[in-house]
């Protein structure tokens, strides 16, 4: 069973900076697609960044596309997202979700993820993260 963990989050000043870890396990961590997600207090889900496990591709979205970045450490089976620069704004729960890649095109199964945050099969409890002003 794919089980995922987010973890990290906390309260931070404006302009500080936090690193989400999101903790996979129940699964070969081969040929997989990461992804971040966070809902605000608009309640709509936003898709932050993702990365694939066999080839380290990586995509970054506003409104954290500069101020945030994802990265991966297989022997740990654990995605990061380097949080930086915060902004009161990007006071959220955040979350990571997974999706295979096998025999599918990486990319495209990203843009999929972002696209039908819904359809995701595996999502793991959030990390909330609070910025002051």
């Known amino acids: 069973e794919v089980q995922l963990q987010a973890s990290g989050g906390g309260l931070v000043q404006a302009g500080g900076s936090l690193r989400l870890s999101c903790a996979a396990s129940?699964?070969?961590?081969?040929?997989?697609?990461i992804a971040w997600f966070r809902r605000g207090s608009g309640n709509d889900l936003e898709g932050i960044s993702a990365i694939t496990t066999s080839d380290l591709m990586q995509w970054s979205r506003d409104p954290l596309k500069g101020r945030s970045t994802v990265s991966i450490n297989a022997g740990k089976n654990t995605v990061y997202l380097q949080l930086n620069n915060l902004r009161p704004e990007d006071t959220a729960v955040y979350y990571c979700?997974?999706?295979?890649?096998?025999?599918?095109?990486?990319?495209?199964?990203?843009?999929?993820?972002?696209?039908?945050?819904?359809?995701?099969?595996?999502w793991g409890k959030g990390t909330q993260v609070t910025v002051s002003s």
């Open positions: 979700a997974a999706e295979t890649t096998a025999g599918r095109d990486p990319a495209i199964t990203v843009a999929t993820m972002f696209r039908v945050p819904n359809a995701i099969g595996a």
């Open positions: 129940g699964f070969t961590f081969d040929d997989y697609a």
